[in-house]
């Protein structure tokens, strides 16, 4: 079965500093991979996905993943965030066919400080 | 723009209720799950359904039921709730296949007092 590692719970960062945040995937074929991001009270909203081809994906909100095959990775990254950026980051995989449920991290809950 | 709505954003109840949650769903999805969310544990997934009067067992469906008798709504009930069922909970959906990923409704937080 496939797993979702975030390996940071807790992350915080200065407003307009640089942001990456670490999924790790255990998977046997190129899986699906999205970011989600969990505004405070509220539902989770899809960010990116990476479903095949160009292995640097853009997202809404001015954020970026990029996957790596070789690292089994699919890291998300942001120049410069911004103060309603702070949010929990949730990192999910599907399976390429099939219907099959996504897989979820715990997630990472992104501080930011003025 | 398409939607999940999960019919309250907060309820408390008292131990030993009876507890519907309600999710209605208006893009035509085939799946429709239901997670719980507390902290340091992630998303975990109670139930799905990938068609009608059709419903699987997630992780932790232990102490929850589901109902899906039309396509766009899925029920969950707490058959008697208790305090440790005090939680968020999201809806889902999602096509069959999963390259669309999935839509969540904007949670409903339970307290069982």
């Known amino acids: 079965a496939q797993s979702v590692t975030q390996p940071d719970i807790h992350i915080t960062v200065s407003e307009g500093a640089s942001l990456e945040l670490r999924c790790n995937y255990s998977?046997?074929?190129?899986?699906?991979l999205f970011w989600y991001v969990q505004s405070p009270g509220q539902g989770l909203q899809l960010l990116l996905k990476?479903?095949?081809?160009?292995?640097l994906v853009q997202g809404i909100k001015g954020f970026e993943a990029e996957f790596k095959r070789s690292q089994s990775s699919f890291n998300l990254r942001k120049p410069s965030v911004h103060w309603s950026d702070a949010a929990e980051y949730f990192c999910?995989?599907?399976?390429?066919?099939?219907?099959?449920?996504?897989?979820f991290g715990t997630g990472t809950r992104l501080t930011i400080i003025p | 723009d398409v939607k999940v709505t999960q019919s309250s954003r907060y309820l408390v109840k008292r131990t030993g209720e009876k507890v519907f949650l309600e999710c209605v769903q208006d893009?035509?999805?085939?799946?429709m799950f239901w997670y719980r969310q507390d902290p340091g544990l992630g998303l975990r997934l109670i139930y799905f359904?990938?068609?009608?009067?059709?419903?699987e067992k997630g992780d932790i469906p232990e102490g929850y039921s589901v109902s899906r008798e039309k396509k766009e709504r899925f029920s969950l009930i707490l058959e008697s709730a208790s305090t440790n069922q005090t939680s968020m909970y999201l809806c889902?959906?999602?096509?069959?296949?999963?390259?669309?990923?999935?839509?969540f409704g904007s949670g409903t937080r339970l307290t069982v007092v």
């Open positions: 889902a959906s999602s096509l069959i296949r999963t390259d669309y990923g999935y839509t």
């Open positions: 998977y046997g074929a190129t899986p699906y």
């Open positions: 990476y479903l095949s081809g160009d292995t």
């Open positions: 999910a995989v599907g399976l390429s066919f099939g219907n099959e449920k996504l897989t």
């Open positions: 893009m035509d999805h085939e799946n």
């Open positions: 359904s990938y068609d009608v009067k059709m419903k």
